[in-house]
């Protein structure tokens, strides 16, 4: 399996501009190593093996299934500015509105505060078929650092494995069904770190498609990188949270799923592409 490094987390504090930010957030912003620019491919055989093993980066290359898969970030940071007003919502509407109305299966990777600020949210998105939710720690701390800004979890082993299980709990308070998937922040981890998420009984999943919509206001660029690096079994890796962090999704998603529909693509949840299940209808 081989894939990019890092989606570029839509949560660090800093300006879209800034270094740090991660890839694709713009020109000038910080890139991971072996991370995909404008016009190169998502995928290399040098990134695969610089990732730690036990990472999954795609489903299988045999159908023309594909999920797109959506992280619902939220640092502490966020939290502070949506009670003081500075950040309307956490939550991009559209984007549930269109995958509803156009009957898409989807992934959605929640992290804890997440979870806890929009309960009534989960429960909607928990009692949609076509929608799995997964598990993208408690408050989207780095697991290893130098990680596009973000925060890194401080205590070592012991608090990774409270930032899996806290984020675990609150969703299955809500969901009723416990994460099977999860997601590192940032897509930052060793190997240890893999290892820590498979003993809790969850699957760390990556990507292969970066969307490069973090901090990015063009969705021709979101369609762009999507729509050229597509494959059968991509796992696209997206944001949930909206404008100001990733305020071209939706609109791109208006354009990604009709053309991938039309070039032969089926959408499915990463419960269907990794499990081997018939994709929705």
């Known amino acids: 399996m081989v894939g990019a490094l890092a989606t570029g987390c839509a949560t660090a504090n800093v300006s879209p501009g800034a270094s740090g930010t991660g890839p694709n957030a713009s020109p000038s912003a910080a890139s991971a190593p072996g991370s995909p620019q404008a016009g190169e491919p998502a995928t290399s055989p040098s990134v695969a093996s610089a990732l730690?093993?036990?990472?999954?980066?795609?489903?299988?290359?045999?159908?023309?299934?594909?999920?797109?898969?959506?992280?619902?970030?939220?640092?502490?940071?966020?939290?502070?500015?949506?009670?003081?007003?500075?950040?309307?919502?956490?939550?991009?509407?559209?984007?549930?509105?269109?995958?509803?109305?156009?009957?898409?299966?989807?992934?959605?990777?929640?992290?804890?505060?997440?979870?806890?600020?929009?309960?009534?949210?989960?429960?909607?998105?928990?009692?949609?078929?076509?929608?799995?939710?997964?598990?993208?720690?408690?408050?989207?701390?780095?697991?290893?650092?130098?990680?596009?800004?973000?925060?890194?979890?401080a205590g070592g082993d012991a608090a990774k494995r409270s930032e899996v299980e806290q984020a675990a709990q609150a969703i299955q308070q809500i969901d009723g069904i416990a994460p099977r998937w999860f997601r590192f922040p940032g897509g930052c981890s060793s190997a240890s770190d893999v290892g820590l998420v498979q003993s809790l009984g969850e699957t760390p999943v990556q990507w292969d498609v970066v969307s490069g919509d973090a901090f990015q206001p063009d969705p021709s660029v979101v369609i762009r990188d999507v729509l050229s690096r597509v494959r059968p079994g991509s796992i696209v890796a997206m944001h949930f949270i909206g404008a100001p962090n990733a305020p071209a999704t939706a609109t791109a998603l208006l354009t990604i799923i009709p053309m991938l529909r039309a070039r032969g693509f089926s959408f499915v949840t990463l419960d269907a592409l990794l499990g081997g299940a018939l994709p929705p209808r």
């Open 52 to 153: 730690p093993p036990g990472l999954i980066l795609h489903g299988p290359r045999t159908r023309k299934w594909v999920a797109l898969t959506f992280d619902a970030d939220m640092t502490p940071a966020m939290v502070a500015e949506l009670r003081a007003g500075t950040v309307a919502s956490w939550f991009d509407t559209r984007i549930l509105a269109i995958l509803q109305s156009t009957r898409t299966p989807a992934t959605v990777f929640l992290t804890g505060l997440w979870a806890r600020t929009y309960p009534d949210v989960v429960r909607k998105l928990a009692s949609d078929p076509r929608i799995d939710l997964a598990n993208h720690t408690f408050d989207h701390s780095a697991f290893e650092g130098l990680c596009y800004g973000l925060p890194i979890v």
